[in-house]
């Protein structure tokens, strides 16, 4: 019942024409977002080469109060432009390869309590303080220096920049802080940041940009952690040890492992639109990602092909069955632990979390196994082995 449910909500979805699989997804900008296009001219108060161009530039509103200009040449040197609405502290701009912070570059501009405008270079090593090293980075600034300047309420950084490989869409992060950086240049933590897709290929103004802040990425956490690292786990644990209260054991397993194969299935989901926004370099995440799924489908598949109980077959379908189970349950609970390791979040809370449901999961298998041995729960039959099935008991879907 529950595999032949969930195969018809897979099949039904992987059928459709889903839009946020779309690549070019144009997100909502207000009307007081669009106007700080047009509050400033920046020839007024930019210097040369940035006053030539500046007018010039298609202007692109990205995320909260930023905004974005920019120009590129034949030799892929790009002079780009980024404004926000500034009190204190800092302001950024990165360049990541996969959309994420660590192993990125970044230009962060502010204004100092003197007056003093400062522009450095940043190379984001991790997630802490002392890892986001100023005067160093990858991006191969040009001769002409950065500037930062402060015009009424808005900041801008412009900077000239060459990429050796002619990119059309990058990852760009935003980041802002209130509180200045160290006197040596060292930066305060962020207040807030996010990461859009910049199609810069497009030249009129009109362009793909989608955002993929921290929202996306705790809902695919969620779900993961929620059918992978939970739900699918509680379904298997109560059909192996509580055998001994049938059928009560299978009802809960069904109820439970139809519900955590939503969920996993939302979690896959929403990776899709996720990887299809960033195109992060996650090659493992993804690939266990894929196998999972390829491994759900096989278990669904299972369903019909699934022996009456007194055939010679039926053991073989259970050691199949049992098998595949576990093995996705393992590489499952692989994949939450690659995905939170990947989203360096710089926040303890999802590796706490998620550790707390892996101990309590782990400890729970340990002493329900060894009431089981015992013959206290479980099969009738005390003297079977771990993980050794019964030709004879009912077997899960």
């Known amino acids: ?28 900008i207000n009307d007081s977002t669009q106007n700080l296009c047009f ?25 909260n109060t930023f905004v974005l200009r920019y120009s590129e040449n034949r030799d892929n040197v790009m002079t780009i432009i980024v404004s926000a609405l500034y009190t204190t502290g800092w302001v950024g701009v990165g360049f990541s390869k996969d959309g994420r912070m660590v192993g990125s570059s970044a ?51 412009a900077f000239q920049v060459k990429f050796t490989v002619k990119v059309p869409r990058r990852a760009v992060i935003l980041a802002f802080s209130t509180a200045y950086p160290s006197k040596l240049g060292r930066l305060t933590k962020h207040d807030d940041k996010t990461t859009v897709i910049v ?20 809902k695919h956490g969620v779900m993961a952690i929620l059918g992978w690292g939970f ?13 001994h209260k049938d059928p009560l054991w299978y009802y809960l397993h069904i109820g439970i492992q139809f519900t955590g194969f939503i969920f996993g299935l939302a979690a896959v989901i929403l990776g899709i639109r996720l990887y299809n926004r960033i195109q992060p370099d996650i ?17 669904v598949l299972a369903f019909f092909a699934r022996p009456h109980k007194e055939t010679k077959m039926r053991r073989y379908w259970n050691w199949y069955h049992h098998w595949i189970g576990r093995i ?13 390791r990947m989203a360096n979040s710089g926040e303890d809370g999802w590796k706490i979390g998620y550790g707390f449901v892996l101990a309590v999961t782990l400890l729970a298998f340990l002493v329900l196994e060894i009431f089981r041995i015992r013959g206290s729960i479980g099969s009738p039959s005390s003297h079977t082995p771990p993980f050794e099935t019964h030709s004879s008991s009912t077997s899960s879907v």
């Open 1 to 28: 019942m529950k595999t032949f449910v969930g195969f018809y909500v897979l099949c039904f979805l992987l059928g459709q024409d889903l839009p946020f699989l779309l690549a070019d997804d144009v997100n909502f």
């Open 39 to 63: 509050a400033n001219r920046l020839s007024d108060f930019l210097p040369p080469p940035y006053s030539n161009i500046s007018d010039s530039m298609p202007c692109t509103p990205l995320w």
């Open 107 to 157: 230009m962060v501009g502010w204004i100092t309590k003197k007056g003093h405008a400062k522009i450095k270079q940043y190379y984001l090593q991790g997630t802490e303080r002392d890892q986001v090293v100023p005067d160093q980075g990858e991006l191969q600034l040009q001769k002409v220096p950065p500037v930062v300047a402060l015009h009424g309420a808005m900041i801008y950084l």
């Open 199 to 218: 199609d810069f290929s497009k030249a009129n103004g009109v362009r793909s940009i989608q955002k993929t802040g921290s929202t996306e990425k705790t």
């Open 231 to 243: 739900l699918l786990p509680l379904g298997a644990i109560l059909a192996r040890y509580l055998r």
């Open 283 to 299: 090659p493992a995440h993804r690939g266990i990602g894929i196998f999972l799924l390829i491994l759900s489908i096989l278990q």
């Open 328 to 340: 996705s349950l393992f590489f499952g609970a692989v994949n939450i632990v690659l995905g939170i």
